[in-house]
T-cell receptor, first 117, second 113 residues
Framework: AQTVTQSQPEMSVQEAETVTLSCTYDTSESDYYLFWYKQPPSRQMILVIRQEAYKQQNATENRFSVNFQKAAKSFSLKISDSQLGDAAMYFCAYRSAANFGNEKLTFGTGTRLTIIP | GAGVSQSPRYKVAKRGQDVALRCDPISGHVSLFWYQQALGQGPEFLTYFQNEAQLDKSGLPSDRFFAERPEGSVSTLKIQRTQQEDSAVYLC???????????FGNGTRLTVT
């Protein structure tokens, strides 16, 4: 079974600065997807960024980018120019590519990000 | 609708009561998932539907949990004889299928007293 570990329960960053959230995972599969989700107090999980394991290039979405190290099974999220609206719980998630149609996700325990004005 | 809708938003049940949680997925979405999120934890998979077929229920914690999606759209998660450990946020998510993104609802927070 796959596991996802987020070792930072809480992080804080000054507004406009850069912060990196860590995530490691364990799997015996070679093909999979990794995600970062944001969960504000509304509880809705919002997709931030996604990475396909077969792609060597790190995914980027505006101020959000990842550092995907497949051999090390590491998938960190970098948030540049942090904004007050970035404050939320952030979850790292894994999805196997093997089960077509069953896109169930395995989540980490989350990191609470606080933005300091 | 514009997004995944869940109701009720909050539910308080006395221990031993039965509860039913509803999920309205985005129209046309084939895949539907239920997750349970305990306080301070990440969501954990409960069950998966492809249209009306329940293809994976490996995450349901006990036989008190039952889910259905009879017409391939709206889904109901039912918990019988609720226990305190059932207190959690229950999230529903839907997608077209395959590698298309999951869309989550706002969840139902269940508190069992």
């Amino acid at each position: 079974a796959q596991t996802v570990t987020q070792s930072q329960p809480e992080m804080s960053v000054q507004e406009a600065e850069t912060v990196t959230l860590s995530c490691t995972y364990d799997t015996s599969e070679s093909d999979y997807y990794l995600f970062w989700y944001k969960q504000p107090p509304s509880r809705q999980m919002i997709l931030v960024i996604r990475q396909e394991a077969y792609k060597q290039q790190n995914a980027t979405e505006n101020r959000f980018s990842v550092n995907f190290q497949k051999a090390a099974k590491s998938f960190s999220l970098k948030i540049s120019d942090s904004q007050l609206g970035d404050a939320a719980m952030y979850f790292c998630a894994y999805r196997s590519a093997a089960n077509f149609g069953n896109e169930k996700l395995t989540f980490g325990t989350g990191t609470r990000l606080t933005i300091i004005p | 609708g514009a997004g995944v809708s869940q109701s009720p938003r909050y539910k308080v049940a006395k221990r031993g009561q039965d509860v039913a949680l509803r999920c309205d997925p985005i129209s046309g979405h084939v895949s539907l998932f239920w997750y349970q999120q305990a306080l301070g934890q990440g969501p954990e998979f409960l069950t998966y539907f492809q249209n009306e077929a329940q293809l994976d229920k490996s995450g349901l914690p006990s036989d008190r949990f039952f889910a259905e999606r009879p017409e391939g759209s709206v889904s109901t998660l039912k918990i019988q004889r609720t226990q305190q450990e059932d207190s959690a946020v229950y999230l529903c998510a839907s997608s077209w299928q395959g590698i298309s993104p999951l869309h989550f609802g706002n969840g139902t927070r269940l508190t069992v007293t």
